[in-house]
């Protein structure tokens, strides 16, 4: 039955006029139209015995229920009072028309939940499907929260958070109830591998980072220690001074220095200013956490910049050289850098000699430093210039040994043959060294008397020994010519009768270009043969790696020159048979002549038949003479 209907008391379904209630005793007869007049009836009374309220009374009733609940709409913050509680349950009366339910395990941060206490609570839905009122206490502690967070970025105070689980590249922060995300280069200012290790931990943290579309907020523990740190590093740049010495303990090495840590402060120690000697790396001279003192040699109170000097506590070695260093004397050093011009050795720590090249060998011919020296090798050298207020010195290793060109005519004299090491070759010659600081060049055209090279290289190449002569010796200059094809009689002079113009030789083609051909002879001889001798007698070019028989065509001595042709073989051959063929007609002719001669002398008158004799031999010395007549050249 609805609010708006009343039910009358029993025996109440029709409400009596004065006239029905005289005669209610009576046994009334069955009527045959109705008792009631149409305008008497009370029409509010149905057959279910319920009339309803008339519409204004309907709205005043309606008016006085509804003032005794509160107005609330969905998602709205509300305060409730827990009036009941089951094992998965939380009655909780918001004063609505009805009360709420919200799962037990929204109130797990609140073991000790009982009935009476008021909670804060957020209107999911005034009437969900079932007609139900939906509350959710979680909904409301995340909106808290996310409003307490967004103020904390804000403000940029400092919030605590409790560390619940690990994550792919940080950590689970639960702030207020809210889960925020820690990345793993905010949680310290060094790195950190081991996550675990934070997980459960209650930790300050500061909001650096949200996101109002999605409610997703970032926070940081390095952001606190970094601020920690940057007041202790203006206190200490605020004291700082140059040529300050202050303890650090070395907390990062690199390969271009090291990092102190100054007491909260980082200062940066050079490379160049650890060692007044050479290092390669600062890990040879220096540990992690090593403590050690140094000096500040410069600081920038804007960019936070300390830079530190280790060397510049102990005096620079040039002022403090030993008694022993001095022109003349023989030192050891090693070698710390390389160069093309020659190698420092370095004798003492901050204390380097220059080797130049030239003070390398006694050998004139040019020598590569940086084949000749390594990083970390030990020379001995002499001292031959020190210069202590300009802090130079140079080195010779080529001083240690007596100058083996001061007695060169007796050990190599000109003429002399000798065994050497091929160390260079260049275009025009070859280098080769007898013995060290002793050398020579041997030039293309004294490799070979036979063959021509166009490169030193196609003979011989570095590091092979080849047989030598001394042909002439520059003592001033320090320079030796060499020669290796004088180790034997030039064949040039017995091979001119062998190669005379006109002989036939076979030869093979080993090289073409636009000019000509290359060519193998027997004895090891090459011969040239222009384009125009290669043809054959069929039009046709001989062509590289072929063989056929050459005619020598010109031959120099002086020169080393042969040229050769095989066109002028089979042009020869024709020429040949032509001048045959003419000397044949000519002999023909004259054997005719006399026959005629000896003929017309017998006769001593003519006759016919006389006459006709003569007529054939006419004709024939005609047909000759005109046979005869393209022939000739």
Request: no cysteine; proline share 4%.
């Amino acid at each position: 039955m609805s609010e708006e209907q009343i039910v009358n008391p029993v025996n109440a379904d029709v409400q009596e006029s004065p006239v029905q209630e005289a005669t209610a005793t009576k046994k009334a007869p069955v009527p045959t139209q109705f008792d009631t007049a149409h305008d008497d009836f009370d029409w509010s009374i149905d057959k279910r015995n319920v009339s309803t309220y008339p519409k204004e009374e309907r709205h005043k009733y309606d008016h006085v229920y509804d003032s005794t609940f509160k107005v609330i709409n969905d998602g709205e913050m509300i305060s409730g009072n827990v009036v009941g509680m089951t094992k998965t349950d939380v009655v909780i009366n918001i004063g609505f028309k009805s009360d709420g339910l919200v799962s037990l395990n929204e109130f797990r941060d609140l073991p000790n939940l009982r009935i009476g206490d008021d909670v804060e609570v957020m209107v999911v839905e005034k009437e969900d499907r079932e007609g139900h009122l939906h509350l959710s206490r979680k909904q409301a502690r995340i909106t808290r929260a996310w409003e307490k967070i967004v103020e904390m970025h804000r403000t940029g105070e400092v919030v605590t958070g409790v560390v619940t689980s690990k994550t792919k590249g940080g950590l689970i922060v639960d702030v207020y109830g809210m889960e925020t995300f820690l990345p793993g280069s905010q949680i310290d200012v060094k790195p950190v591998t081991d996550y675990d290790q934070f997980v459960g931990k209650t930790m300050e943290f500061k909001v650096v980072k949200i996101n109002e579309a999605i409610k997703n907020a970032v926070v940081s523990h390095k952001a606190l220690i970094e601020s920690d740190i940057e007041a202790q590093r203006a206190e200490i740049i605020s004291k700082l001074e140059k040529g300050q010495v202050l303890e650090g303990t070395i907390k990062n090495i690199t390969d271009f220095g090291a990092f102190l840590d100054l007491g909260g402060l980082d200062g940066l120690l050079y490379i160049t200013d650890i060692s007044w000697g050479r290092i390669s790396h600062p890990s040879e001279v220096l540990k992690l956490d090593q403590k050690l003192n140094v000096v500040v040699l410069d600081f920038d109170d804007e960019k936070k910049r300390i830079s530190l000097g280790l060397k510049q506590l102990t005096p620079h070695p040039w002022d403090t050289l030993p008694e022993h260093i001095r022109e003349g004397e023989i030192v050891k050093g090693r070698v710390v850098n390389i160069e093309d011009y020659g190698a420092f050795l370095e004798i003492m720590p901050g204390v380097e000699g220059l080797v130049h090249v030239s003070e390398i060998t006694w050998a004139n011919n040019p020598i590569n430093a940086k084949e000749f020296f390594k990083l970390g090798d030990e020379h001995s050298a002499k001292i031959v210039t020190l210069n202590k207020d300009e802090r130079k010195m140079s080195l010779s290793i080529k001083q240690l040994s007596e100058d083996p060109w001061s007695t060169i005519e007796i050990k190599y004299p000109q003429g002399s043959r000798h065994n050497g090491m091929v160390k260079n070759i260049t275009p025009y010659g070859v280098f080769v060294e007898l013995e060290p600081g002793i050398g020579g060049m041997i030039h293309i055209s004294d490799l070979s008397w036979l063959k021509r090279f166009n490169h030193p290289s196609e003979y011989t190449r570095a590091g092979q020994r080849i047989d030598v002569v001394i042909l002439s010796i520059d003592k001033d200059n320090r320079k030796l010519q060499l020669g290796h094809k004088q180790l034997e009689e030039d064949p040039w002079n017995a091979l001119e009768e062998t190669f005379a113009i006109g002989t036939i030789h076979e030869g093979t083609v080993v090289k073409k270009d636009d000019k000509g051909a290359i060519v193998q002879l027997p004895y090891g001889l090459e011969g040239f043969a222009p384009n125009r001798h290669l043809a054959k007698e069929d039009g046709k070019s001989i062509g590289a790696e072929e063989t056929a028989p050459f005619m020598v065509i010109e031959f120099d001595r002086n020169e080393k020159r042969i040229v050769v042709s095989h066109a002028r073989i089979w042009e020869q051959s024709k020429h040949d048979e032509k001048e045959a063929q003419r000397k044949e007609a000519r002999a023909d002719q004259e054997r005719t002549k006399k026959a005629v001669k000896n003929i017309q002398s017998r006769v001593e008158k003519t006759t016919l038949g006389d006459l006709g004799v003569l007529a054939e031999l006419r004709k024939k010395l005609d047909d000759n003479a005109s046979s005869d007549a393209p022939k000739a050249e």
